[in-house]
């Protein structure tokens, strides 16, 4: 599936947005996050932490449930953005259940000091190469 580079750069946006919603006071590292859905709309999410640190949400996850919490189903796309920005391993497993081994995702890396910017993108299937599959599974 191809997505328009208007719609890419519209997620690039949204993701850079979220991360002044960060709640970070722990690990003072805020990155934001947005999906582009089968519906074609956008949503957002910020990591928030908690004192019992393993309470923490990642922000992929957090626009992955404001997703799904609104109905929506199916996700495109992907983007994420923070200073090092690559989803880890237990948000690749919560994407697979809702994208594909063709969503698309993008890393926005961000260089606060130079004000500057590097994009890598990547397909579903190269980040989760062997997912835990509920088909595989009889689930
Ligand atoms: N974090 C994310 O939001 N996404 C990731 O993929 C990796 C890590 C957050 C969790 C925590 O609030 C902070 O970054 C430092 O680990």
Redesign the pocket.
Known sequence: MIIKSAIIQKLIGAAKQAIPS???P??H???G?AVLMGSGRIYRG????NSSFGL???????AIFNAISQGEKEIKALC?A?RF????GA?RQVLWEFGSKDTLVLCIHLDPIRKKQRISRAKMSHLLPQPFNPSEAGL
Do not use: D, G, M, Q
């Open positions: 960060a709640y970070c722990y690990s590292y805020p990155v996050a910020c990591n928030v932490e923490t949400c990642c922000a992929e996850r957090v994420i923070a920005a690559k989803p880890c948000c």
